[in-house]
């Protein structure tokens, strides 16, 4: 019996994803374990494998297909001694009710086609061409990997001739493509003028997007910046935050961090004040427990050990690799992990559980010069620590006034899990541990 093969939930956020490569064709024979896709989630793109053997008896959806909804069909299998020929495609269905498989555990989510009959309605698979980036108005077939090259690089794709599938733009069509080499596109005529709409009966109503005639641009949302745009807006709109801040004087670590790069530097390593704060941030989580928590409905989650994530800046927007266990790292292993991690996230390669969990987090924008921020809380964690330049400033010493180097922090916590006192301690501990850094050592 044919074997529907359908779109993974490769992220426990995942409704949607991108199928962005194929990596077999119909007639292939497949084994577990064999790599036969490339999908790009929120967070990255992923390779998605096979879990049962067979023959691939149809694709039913398209690389490039955007939107692909988690439990729809996108290829059947035949299963060995099968004719190929007498697979009929498995529908599609509806990806909401379709029923886990056993390759669940996995991230796969591949059933016997017909064994399901509310898994097989007659609706099918999309199979239309992705929805693409438009620049006044053309419609900029590419891969993601393309997208996100091109914006690193400046490069309009506009002017970029596709040489993938369906005329698709794919990596190697950059490299004989110029900065800005494109022309501008003249920008979309305003839209002619229409009756006002009813108010909606929802008490804020979504704010419409207008032009006015200014000439624009216009991109398609990546899967990560809807997501991003979801989860902060309902962290604001839910989250009852409460913001402390403290000035600590950084004097002490740095001395110390050049002090360590000094004996480090055989090895390789070479730690930032980032590293450091991160080890901070971990041991305060272990003194205050009553911080290192989540709130779930009726139920509070306390963690025995602090998780931190870190926030990174990739091209496509925001990624929050974790150190595990943070607090009882060497802050030499800690700097290691780290460079790891953020160098696969800017290349979409890390997995799901190096970004997905956490029990806090830590957002510096320090080294942008920004002196003091306030960090939305990334639910459902109970909180996250915005850190600022560290920059001269008058400090009081000793009761006397002298100039030093000061950063400020500002805690940003979940107001349902964490009263404003044991923030306050969490703040105070991190202070002393950045102020007297032996004890990161120790």
């Not at 990560?224 to 709109?237: D, F, H, V, W």
């Amino acid at each position: 019996m044919s074997i529907a093969i359908r779109m993974p939930a490769l992220s426990p956020t995942m409704e949607e994803g991108t199928l962005a490569r194929w990596l077999v064709k119909v007639g292939d024979k497949v084994s577990s374990g064999d790599i036969m896709a490339e999908i790009e989630t929120d967070k990255a793109t992923m390779e998605f494998e096979a879990v049962d053997e067979g023959v691939i008896a149809d694709i039913a959806v398209a690389e490039g297909t955007e939107g692909v909804k988690v439990g729809a069909v996108i290829a059947t299998l035949a299963e060995e001694g099968e004719d190929v020929a007498s697979v009929k495609p498995a529908s599609s269905g509806n990806a909401a009710s379709a029923e886990p498989a056993q390759g669940a555990s996995s991230g796969q989510s591949q059933d016997v086609a017909g064994t399901d009959a509310k898994a097989q309605s007659p609706s099918p698979a999309p199979t239309q061409a992705p929805a693409q980036s438009s620049t006044g108005g053309a419609r900029v077939v590419a891969s993601p990997l393309a997208k996100r090259l091109a914006a690193a690089d400046g490069i309009d794709l506009a002017g970029v001739k596709g040489s993938g599938p369906g005329g698709r733009i794919v990596k190697a069509d950059l490299a004989g493509a110029k900065s800005g080499a494109a022309p501008a596109a003249q920008a979309a005529p305003a839209p002619a003028a229409t009756p006002a709409p009813a108010p909606a009966p929802a008490a804020t109503p979504a704010i419409q997007a207008q032009d006015f005639g200014i000439p624009h641009t216009e991109d398609k949302l990546s899967s990560m910046r809807k997501t991003i745009a979801r989860r902060l807006s309902e962290s604001k709109q839910q989250v009852p935050h409460i913001y402390l801040t403290v000035d600590i004087r950084l004097d002490a670590l740095l001395k110390l961090r050049g002090e360590l790069n000094g004996a480090l530097a055989p090895q390789g390593v070479k730690l930032s004040v980032n590293d450091m704060l991160i080890k901070a941030l971990a041991k305060a989580l272990t003194v205050e427990p009553k911080c290192n928590v989540q709130f779930a409905g009726d139920k509070l989650l306390s963690f025995t050990r602090a998780d931190v994530s870190v926030a990174v800046s990739i091209p496509s927007g925001l990624i929050t690799p974790i150190v595990k266990d943070a607090g009882s790292k060497a802050i030499s292993a800690i700097s290691t992990e780290m460079k790891d991690l953020a160098g696969r996230a800017r290349e979409g390669k890390l997995a799901p559980e190096e970004y997905q969990g956490g029990t806090a987090s830590l957002s510096n924008m320090g080294m942008y010069g920004i002196k003091q921020f306030q960090a939305i809380i990334n639910p459902p964690q109970g909180m996250i620590m915005a850190i600022g330049a560290g920059e001269k400033r008058p400090y009081i010493v000793d009761d006397a006034l002298q100039i030093a180097t000061v950063m400020s922090a500002t805690g940003s916590f979940d107001h349902r899990a964490i009263d404003g006192a044991d923030g306050a301690a969490l703040m105070k501990a991190f202070k002393e541990f950045c102020e007297a850094p032996l004890s990161l050592v120790a």
